[in-house]
């Protein structure tokens, strides 16, 4: 009854009533009658019947085209509604004027771009049409324009559909995949469990796929308690495939119609998924979560009030204390009066991936991407360009952390519905590069597998851009974008904290990432760790800036840990003279302990020595053998 109501209440004035028709045939107007009312009851089958009926008596029935035209603009039958609204222009341009804006409008959307610029911009021309429509033809003309430019400047895009082992004869979409390329996550919309009422009805559920050997695996169903008989779509992957964020809707738990949930994996199998709750879901729409890299940041898709449009793109952080903050609207730098949807925040953590209908492109939505300044807001998008984009709609794209492969859905062949495909990125489009680290974590003495905090941090800014655990096999992977310096540590109560720096600055491969394993020293007496994100300048014992970060982390870890007392050691390279260096590495020393002792760390808890070059890790024929003997260690003492 509310659908009936809601259709009587939103019957498009164009359409005519009952009086007033132009069709001399009885016949006609009462099969035309007819369809007006089962149009008005939503019975749309009904109604074409009615309508061939009416235009088979009377086949300049312009009335009754307008109405197929109507019709079929709501059921998207696009090209059925282009006939019959060219149909009216030909019987009568004059009785309809705004037949040539629909008419246009239509034609963008199925690609006949300059049949829809000539329509747009001649009823621009015309008068007595409606003045809301006006701003709307001048956005359609720029789209047509854009259009055809772009598409006699396309760039080089192949895309391939994946095989059966991802694809079925179902539709399947929006993929997922972590830093590895290793796992994919995606949706499918297939029956539910015949067991289940109603029968024969299609629901979306996650499916998940690995790759051995270079191959993706036959994909399976990931099933309770994530799957239920309700929908769960638009996923996101943490780097390490351990997290996934994803949408459920009309959900007993939710807070509005369709509300964000995590779900964790432990020991191989997915937990209960938790409702990330208010501020993050609001009474509204909340949906198609994009986790970056630091798995603190979500953006997300909402149509919550103080947004910029109809759908805008938001994000949200979560605190130390596992809160999440108030969502905060990128701005009209992303968001436009329309609708922007699909984000994805590429592993670099700058480049944002997502699609809109509201920036200039092919009509409907496109793909763009947008560059995160230096400042943290975000450059003017980029439309990606034809055949990327198209008159159809484009959206959930997602990529490899290389930043070479593009994943995708589309429908583009008809005979196998929506599949998923791959794509190589064109050059101009490609993020910066990502590799990873992978390692595991485990107690130095008994080397059992340990639950740890990792922690990543910019060392130019001392921005900690990455906060994530070891799983319970000790495993992590973290991602790293090109061109930084890193320190990295790990952290567990009842555990001295490991450090180590990474350069990523200059040649590396991404197509083999760094392997790290982290013994964890117990707080034994004798235990030690070496602190590498402590920098001198060379024959100096100043501190620089970029140690900060280290030592703050060690003040606190002291603070925490207020029973044991420290040794801290001073060690050097071979260059330069044996007693020079010896004198060099006892001052830089004393330098720590003088930061701890300005940071309220107890004079008694603290003690100094350097040994100069007498105790290398490595050999000091090579820079990154000299690089691991210069250091400063922290030895329990007591």
């Known amino acids: ?65 307008l109405l197929r035209a109507e019709m079929s603009s709501d059921m998207k039958k696009f090209d059925i509604a282009i006939r019959a609204y060219r149909k009216v222009i030909e019987i ?120 051995q050997d270079g191959i993706w695996t036959e994909a399976q169903k990931l099933g309770p308690p994530v799957n239920t008989i309700r929908n769960e779509g638009a996923q996101s992957l943490t780097a390490d495939g351990n997290f996934m964020y994803f949408t459920a809707c009309n959900r007993e738990d939710g807070l509005g119609s369709c509300d964000l949930y995590v779900s964790s994996r432990l020991k191989g199998k997915w937990l209960p998924p938790s409702n990330l709750g208010s501020p993050v879901n609001s009474k509204g729409w909340d949906t198609q979560p994009s986790i970056a890299p630091d798995g603190r940041t979500l953006y997300f898709t909402s149509n919550r009030p103080g947004g910029k449009g109809k759908m805008d793109i938001w994000y949200s952080t979560l605190s130390d204390e596992g809160k999440w903050s108030e969502p905060v609207n990128l701005g009209d730098s992303i968001n436009t009066a329309d609708n922007e949807m699909s984000p994805y925040i590429h592993k670099d953590n700058r480049r944002l991936y997502f699609s809109s209908d509201g920036w200039t492109g092919m009509g409907g939505f496109d793909l763009f991407v947008s560059v995160m300044k230096a400042d943290s807001s975000w450059q003017k998008p980029q439309n990606m360009g034809y055949p990327i984009n198209t008159w159809s709609d484009e959206v959930g794209l997602v990529l490899t952390a290389r930043g070479d492969v593009g994943y995708f859905s589309s429908a583009k062949e008809e005979e196998t519905g929506r599949d998923i495909y791959y794509f190589e990125l064109p050059v101009e489009m490609k993020p910066e590069p990502v590799s990873y680290i992978e390692g595991k974590v485990f107690d130095k003495l008994s080397e059992k597998a340990l639950i740890a905090r990792i922690e990543l941090i910019d060392l130019e800014n001392s921005r900690n851009i990455l906060r994530a655990f070891s799983d319970y096999k000790g495993s992590f992977l973290v991602s790293l974008p090109a061109n930084k310096n890193y320190a990295l540590n790990a952290s567990r109560a009842g555990y001295l904290f490991y450090s180590a720096n990474f350069s990523f600055k200059g040649d590396f491969s991404i197509d083999e990432p760094r ?78 302990r003088g930061y701890l002792l300005d940071n309220n760390i107890s004079l008694s808890r603290l003690s100094y020595i350097g040994y100069g070059e007498s105790r290398p890790l490595a050999g000091n024929e090579t820079a990154e053998g000299r690089a691991l003997n210069r250091r400063i260690e922290i030895v329990i003492v007591e």
């Open 92 to 211: 009568d341009p004059d009785f309809y004027k705004n037949a040539f804006y629909n008419l246009g409008h239509l034609e963008m959307l199925r690609g006949e771009y300059r049949y829809a610029l000539d329509h747009l911009q001649a009823f621009l021309s015309l008068e007595g049409t409606s003045e809301k429509l006006i701003p709307k033809a001048d956005k359609d003309i720029a789209n047509c324009s854009f259009a055809l430019e772009a598409m006699e400047k396309p760039v080089d895009f192949n895309p391939i559909r994946m095989g059966d082992e991802i694809n079925s004869k179902y539709d399947d979409y929006w993929p997922s995949v972590t830093a590895d390329d290793k796992t994919m996550v995606f949706t499918r919309l297939d029956l539910l469990d015949p067991k289940m009422p109603p029968e024969g009805a299609k629901n979306e559920n996650f499916y998940l796929s690995d790759k």
């Open 515 to 592: 392997q790290l394993d982290i013994p964890l020293s117990p707080l034994l007496k004798g235990e030690r760790t070496a602190l590498r994100n402590i920098f001198f300048d060379y024959d100096s014992y100043e501190l620089l800036d970029e140690s900060m970060v280290e030592l703050d982390k060690l003040v606190q870890f002291l603070k925490d840990n207020d029973q044991i007392k420290v040794l801290i050691e001073g060690h050097t390279d071979s260059r330069g003279e044996p007693a020079y260096n010896l004198s060099l590495s006892a001052k830089r020393a004393r330098a720590v």
């Open 1 to 65: 009854m509310f659908r009936i109501v809601l259709a009587l209440m939103i019957l498009p004035a164009s359409v005519p009533g009952y009086s007033q028709l132009h069709s001399e045939s009885r016949k006609a107007v009462a099969y035309y009658n007819q369809a007006m009312q089962s149009y008005r009851f939503l019975d749309y089958k009904k109604a074409e019947q009615e309508l061939e009926l009416t235009l088979k008596a009377d086949p300049e029935f312009i009335e009754a085209y």
